[in-house]
């Protein structure tokens, strides 16, 4: 699962506000507010939820890298040879 420090990473390099990045998860302002509120811990959340933020960042070209244990990150995804 993604942490709380991965998505606004990921936000960060995408230059997305909360309110856009919500708005592409397709979930409320509020929620992904939430979502982001835990840290770099995993965020307490529904899982289709947290799968929606997680698409949208995917989409979007970022590459969740890690592990909420050990070295959890986000990175550009690499064009496809």
Do not use: H
């Amino acid at each position: 699962m993604i942490t709380s420090g991965q998505i606004k990473a990921a936000r960060a390099l995408l230059d997305l506000t909360v309110a856009d990045l919500a708005k592409l998860a397709g979930i409320g302002f509020t929620t992904m507010v939430r979502l982001e509120s835990a840290g770099n811990q995993m965020p307490a959340g529904n899982v289709k939820t947290l799968n929606s933020v997680k698409l949208a960042i995917e989409n979007a070209g970022i590459e969740f890298i890690g592990t909420p244990e050990e070295g959890a990150g986000v990175r550009w995804k690499s064009p496809k040879a």
